[in-house]
């Protein structure tokens, strides 16, 4: 069943201070003399975490409430920016073969010796302002050669995939360039806002990550 998701951003106060990052789905099983072993369910990681840390007016917090009504709490799905890791660089899409026209993005990561690929499938459309001032840009190259966007490729931003003119050349390197929205969603139903003097506030509010 597809996922119900907005293309819809979380207000930039409100994401301010969030908590975020990736979460894993281990079970660990151990022997009586205490040998593990351990099974990694998911696979990938599920990033989730917590927001309204930036809620400090009013209006503020009607915006948060007017948010959270219209996602119907947990039920719709919507962007998140992930101020902490929102951008990937001369990311390796794959190889020519003469024939394939279609590439997805992904963010990789590694370390001692290991490496785990994240698919993207939000990316930030070109020409979309960022904060700090900076402006969102996709880039594709073929075997080192920059592709147009628009007439060289195109990217669908509801899905991450890449959709070149041209199919490349039999291994030719594909290599992207871009920035990331991730799809989230309320991990509550029911909103609890306090009262502080008279503003009032609503923070540590789950949000967890959807897979598409």
């Known amino acids: 069943m597809a996922e119900i998701i907005d293309s819809v951003l979380l207000p930039w106060e409100i994401m301010e201070g969030s908590r975020f990052g990736p979460a894993f789905n281990t079970v660990v099983l151990q022997s009586q003399s205490g040998v593990e072993q351990r099974i990694d369910k998911w696979g990938a990681s599920r990033h989730a975490g917590t927001i309204g840390y930036g809620v400090r007016t009013a209006a503020q917090l009607a915006d948060l409430k007017a948010f959270f009504v219209a996602r119907r709490g947990r039920a719709r799905g919507f962007l998140f920016f992930d101020f902490r890791d929102y951008s990937a660089m001369g990311v390796s899409l794959g190889t ?4 394939t026209t279609t590439f997805q993005l992904v963010k990789p990561y590694s370390s001692g010796g290991q490496a785990a690929s994240r698919k993207v499938t939000r990316p930030i459309p070109s020409g979309t302002a960022l904060p700090g001032g900076s402006t969102a840009a996709i880039s594709v190259s073929v075997a080192g050669t920059p592709l147009v966007e628009g007439t060289g490729f195109t990217v669908d931003a509801t899905t991450g995939v890449v ?7 039999n291994g030719a390197a594909v290599v992207a360039s871009f920035q ?11 909103m609890e806002a306090t009262l502080e003097g008279v503003i009032g506030g609503w923070d540590s509010i789950p949000i967890v990550e959807l897979r598409e």
Do not use: E, I, K
């Open 180 to 190: 990331f929205y991730v799809p989230v969603r309320f991990d509550t139903d029911r």
């Open 163 to 169: 959709t070149l003119t041209s199919a490349p050349a």
């Open 96 to 99: 020519g073969d003469g024939h």
